[in-house]
């Protein structure tokens, strides 16, 4: 109830068992994968060198693999079959499910959904994947942007192409955070970027890119812009340079115009459900004995929220 | 799919392939549309009158009970409040209770059985066990609960409750705990089962769990008598009777503030643990405050609460009272078992400051907190040989404090009572409460930790307050 | 449908009075003649009607989230039994949380022959919001139009007759507290249940750029494929949503009972 049931992927192939080499296998897959959707040619060095194992590992698993009908050997190359492939993709979908459900769910960092989803990808079996995207609302896309695999095994394609590729001025919706590696994500995170944030290139030089998305002005490094993928914006939306609802004095009414794509999942519903929606006018009404949280009348209603919360949400004056 | 009827599954194949195409943030539009749609029909039908006086007083309230300067003293002298009515007020109905029910009515319990010529045993197991304890637990607990619930009610139903989740959500932030554990907290203090049901309301699974791990530290109904009575007895003794209430439920505030001191701390360390993550969001409804029916209010939780936990308190009573009966009479090697098992805990329970008669009561009291202050009078009886009339049998005092020449005769001082205060409010939840727990999460661990760490705070407070205490004597 | 007007003149005294005509069943409706659903916000008063209309006592108080249980109970009126199911308190039934699949699925699938919508007089705005999607799930509606003293108290005049004809249902003003109103209402439920009084409910045209031409193409397949469902927009809009249990029950075909006119209501419940 409080946790996704685990489980043991079970594959029907007939691949040697325990728990270390399956997971070997698993991570294995998917780095081929990876490498067929980046156009670079997997060996078994490539797969060693980037799951951090000795290539002797790798060597010594790779027949089973063949020898299971996932995975074909061409020249010095591997490449995954068509069993292979599907194995590999419930892999992924199993990762972005649970990130999905981090995010949404739970009080989890952000720098904390790739590690912890590494681990969790290898325990959720196909029926508890299911359950785990019922339970969440079927997401199309993770927090990274990244689309899950549908259980048929469906993919759609990625939008986008990094930051750093785009102009001065452009005006631009993120729509995915590649989530390694590790340090750069974590930049990533504090800056607070999400899928569906709308930002724009004010400045470059001096290795960095100065941004202002959701109206904040941020400098980014260039290896961590080269990660930030995004498209240039068509729909209109929330414009950029707006004020947030936290920045309000008690006493103030202003009407809302949008929530950050930052806020995600029940917490996002949440605010929807209570009338924090785009048009509805906010009053500040007081703050608790602490300064935080504070009271906003809504919709004849009065609700609570706490700065973070009420950070997210972009208003303009009445 | 042309002109063809579609049939189940082409609508699937159409819901799906449309699906991907979507707009992202179509939730919020498809609620904005619903909203407009309200807002159309509102604007409408809804005419507001200005100037309401429910509104000047609403505000008026808000600006006091979550007022910077205001907010936590109003808070802390409300429950101050409360607590003082009950102890004094529950004070004179327990006498007349005690009064029928163990002066009278037990006496004339014995008599009849001794009338129809039943066996000692019999008459020991029935009467000086079940009966006994039962009417204990009744004469103890009866009053305070029947003034406190329904104070507590009519808070609850002026909409006070959300308030104090509001004043104190900045601190159950910093704890990384959830704002709304301040609401669960405050079911707590009712009852700890329903505290811990009450912990569905959060929907972050982390704070979830730490909300229900920690419920335990809101001091439940079982024990807010085990701490009117010890802090009636040894605190408020310590000054004139005129502020010996006063004094009384200055302790016990002191108890259930530290309580929530214990409660802040054990989610502070869950958070930084066991349960890494930080505090998700708050987003609460302050509803308006509704002016309470206080009649009915007294009515409803005398009949709901009050009753039913009496019930549940009775229903534990009165086997405990037939084993504390046992334990007493029923004799191994030339000592009772109460006897062979108060010396053998008298050791440990020393450091703790408290003495074996107590830690024996919690091992018995396991299922209800509530009994727990009967078994230890009963067993302080016991062992003292007080016991009137025979061994394992209550004892007879005219007087009001009754409670405290018996204890005296225990061998308890104001360390013995501040220890047990502390003690009541630092060691395994009820019976009712463990099994709440693992129903709610389904875990053994979590089940387990949440019965056990109560005891960390517990065994180091009340042994630091022992040795500092000998320490300075 | 008018409201009770000044309850203390409608003679609903206090607490237990008498109403006449209803018989509290408490837990023991036994066999009954209709299903009902409390449907509501948190903190409108759901379960003090609950406790009203079946002498049940579930807790009650002002804040929201305190009924953690579902309750369940029963009465007779004019002659029919009702079995009453009071469902967990929800802001909204679009979004995934257990509460609101829990109501929703009862709405939906449990087939009930009525569903009370709770509203709260002094926020209507906010709980129109859920009396709306309710409206788009079901026809057979009654809104309750509670806290009716509280809003008079804060100044705030509700047109009953013309919400009423704004939602297409019987909306029915109330004070549950002090049990005005809870004749009118149970007539509306009898009504409603017995199909003396037709409703017409508001459905909402969700205009949403990017979503409208979606939802239309496939409001027309589903009706196309089940027949003419009341909620065929809503359930296009559910599939669209990916939502399991609706997509489950287009695959089973269990989707076209809900069009079957008169829901002589499946026993289970939610």
Not at chain 1, 35 to 62: F, I, M, N, Q
Not at chain 2, 201 to 213: K, N
Request: with cysteine.
């Amino acid at each position: 109830m409080l946790q996704p049931t685990s489980g043991v992927l079970v594959c029907g192939m007939r691949l040697p068992v325990g728990e270390a080499r399956r997971v070997l296998v698993e991570d294995v897959l998917k780095h081929l994968r990876d490498c067929r959707g980046r156009g670079v040619p997997a060996t078994e060095a490539s797969a060693g060198g980037a799951l951090g194992v000795g290539l002797d590992r790798v060597a010594k698993l790779v027949p089973d693999l063949v020898d299971a009908g996932l995975v074909e050997r061409r020249g010095e190359c591997l490449e995954l079959t068509e069993a292979g492939d599907s194995y590999a993709l419930s892999v992924i979908r199993a990762h972005r499910l649970y990130e999905t459900y981090l995010a949404n769910r739970t009080g989890t960092p952000g720098d904390e959904w790739h590690r912890r989803a590494e681990v969790e990808e290898h325990r959720l079996s196909r029926a508890a994947q299911d359950r785990l995207a019922d339970s969440l609302g079927n997401p199309r896309f993770d927090p990274h942007g990244d689309p899950i695999p549908t259980r048929g095994g469906e993919v759609v394609g990625q939008a986008g192409r990094p930051l750093t590729g785009f102009g001065v001025g452009e005006d631009l919706v993120v729509t995915h955070l590649e989530d390694e590696p590790e340090a750069v994500f974590a930049e990533i995170a504090r800056l607070g970027l999400a899928p569906g944030m709308r930002l724009r290139v004010v400045e470059r030089g001096g290795g960095r890119l100065s941004v202002e998305a959701e109206g904040l002005r941020q400098e980014i490094s260039l290896a961590a812009a080269e990660r930030v993928h995004a498209v240039p914006s068509s729909v209109g939306g929330v414009p950029l340079g707006q004020r947030r609802l936290s920045a309000m004095g008690v006493g103030e009414a202003v009407r809302v115009l949008g929530i950050s794509p930052a806020c995600r999942g029940s917490e996002r519903t949440r605010l929807l459900d209570l009338g924090i929606v785009p048009g509805s006018v906010v009053e500040a009404a007081f703050s608790g004995p602490l300064g935080d949280p504070t009271a906003y009348r809504v919709r004849g209603t009065m609700v609570g929220l706490r700065r973070e919360q009420a950070e997210q949400i972009f208003v303009e004056k009445v | 799919m042309s002109a063809a009827k579609p049939d189940a599954r082409s609508v699937l194949e159409a819901a799906h392939e449309l699906g991907w195409r979507l707009p992202p943030d179509l939730n919020d539009r498809i609620t904005e549309a619903i909203y407009a749609e309200s807002s159309e029909i509102a604007g409408r039908r809804v005419r507001r009158r200005g100037g309401s006086m429910r509104l000047a007083w609403q505000e008026a309230l808000d600006r006091i009970l979550t007022g910077r300067w205001t907010g936590i003293p109003a808070m802390v002298l409300l429950l101050g409040v409360v607590l003082w009515l009950t102890i004094t007020g529950a004070n004179y109905p327990s006498g007349m209770l005690a009064e029928l029910l163990i002066d009278r009515w037990w006496h004339g319990l014995r008599e009849v059985f001794a009338a129809m010529g039943a066996p000692g045993w019999l008459r020991g197991i029935v009467v000086d066990g079940m009966y006994l304890t039962t009417a204990w637990v009744v004469s103890v607990m009866l009053p305070p609960m029947a003034i406190f619930f329904p104070l507590f009610t009519i808070l609850e139903d002026f909409g006070y409750l959300p308030r104090v989740a509001f004043n104190l959500d900045r601190m159950f932030k910093a704890a990384g705990a959830h704002g709304k554990q301040a609401l669960t907290m405050s079911m707590g203090l009712g009852c700890n089962a329903a505290g811990v049901v009450a912990c569905r309301i959060i929907d972050s699974p982390r704070e979830r769990l730490i909300a229900i791990v920690t419920n335990n530290f809101a001091l439940c109904n079982g024990r807010w008598p085990t701490q009117m009575l010890i802090a009636s007895v040894f605190v408020g003794g310590l000054f004139p009777p005129a502020l010996g209430g006063m004094a009384a439920a200055g302790a016990v505030m002191g108890v259930a503030g530290l309580g929530f001191a214990l409660t802040w701390l054990a989610s502070l360390v869950l958070s930084r643990t066991v349960l890494r993550g930080e505090a998700s969001t708050f987003s609460l409804e302050l509803p308006p405050y509704r002016p309470p029916n206080i009649l009915r209010t007294f009515y409803t939780s005398i009949i709901d609460r009050t009753i039913f936990v009496l019930f549940r308190a009775v229903v534990f009573a009165m086997p405990a009272g037939a084993v504390i009966w046992l334990i007493g009479n029923v004799h191994v090697g030339g000592q009772s078992l109460a006897h062979w098992m108060v010396g053998a805990l008298d050791a440990p329970a020393w450091w703790l400051g408290l003495n074996g008669v107590i830690l024996v009561a919690y091992v018995v009291a396991i299922p209800a907190n509530e009994i727990v202050i009967p078994t230890v009078l009963m067993l302080t009886a016991l062992v003292t040989g007080q016991a009137g009339a025979g061994a394992g049998v209550m004892f007879e005092v005219e007087e009001a404090d009754r409670f405290r020449q018996l204890l005296d005769a225990g061998g308890w001082t104001v360390l013995t009572g501040v220890c047990l205060m502390i003690f009541s409010l630092c060691h395994n939840p009820c019976s009712t409460t463990i099994y709440t727990i693992w129903r709610e999460t389904r875990s053994l661990k979590w089940t387990v930790l949440a019965t056990l760490m109560p005891f960390v705070p517990g065994i180091v407070l009340c042994g630091g307050i022992a040795a500092l205490a000998r320490a300075l004597t | 449908m008018g409201g009770c007007g000044s309850c203390a003149a409608s003679g609903c005294g206090t607490s237990g009075a008498r109403i006449a005509g209803l018989t509290r069943l408490g837990l023991r409706p036994g066999a009954w003649d209709a299903v009902v659903g409390l449907a509501g916000n948190p903190n409108t008063g759901k379960s003090t009607v609950f406790n009203r209309l079946t002498g049940l006592r579930q807790h009650t108080g002002n804040w929201p989230g305190k009924t953690i249980a579902r309750a369940e109970g029963g009465f007779g009126y004019r002659g029919r039994r009702y079995r009453l199911i009071d469902l967990p308190g929800t802001y909204s039934l679009l979004s995934a949380s257990p509460d609101e699949e829990v109501a929703r699925d009862f709405i939906l699938f449990g087939r009930p022959d009525v569903v009370v919508v709770v509203v709260d007089a002094t926020a209507l705005e906010r709980n129109l919001n859920l009396a709306l999607q309710v409206l788009q799930i079901t026809d057979r509606v009654v809104v309750c139009l509670n806290l009716m003293d509280e809003a008079r108290a804060l100044g705030i005049d509700v047109d009953v007759d013309g919400l009423a004809e704004d939602l297409g249902v019987p909306v029915v003003a109330c004070v549950a507290r002090e049990g005005a109103g809870m004749v009118a209402l149970l007539d509306a439920i009898h009504g409603v249940s017995v199909g003396e009084v037709a409703c017409r409910p508001r459905r909402l045209g969700l205009s949403v750029p990017g979503l409208t031409e979606a939802l239309d193409r496939l409001t027309a397949m589903v009706a196309g494929a089940f027949g003419d469902l009341p909620q065929a927009r809503w359930v296009a809009l559910r599939l669209l949503h990916r939502d399991r249990r609706i997509t489950e029950a287009v695959r089973t075909g269990e989707i076209a009972r809900l069009g079957a006119g008169d829901g002589a209501a499946i026993g289970a419940g939610p």
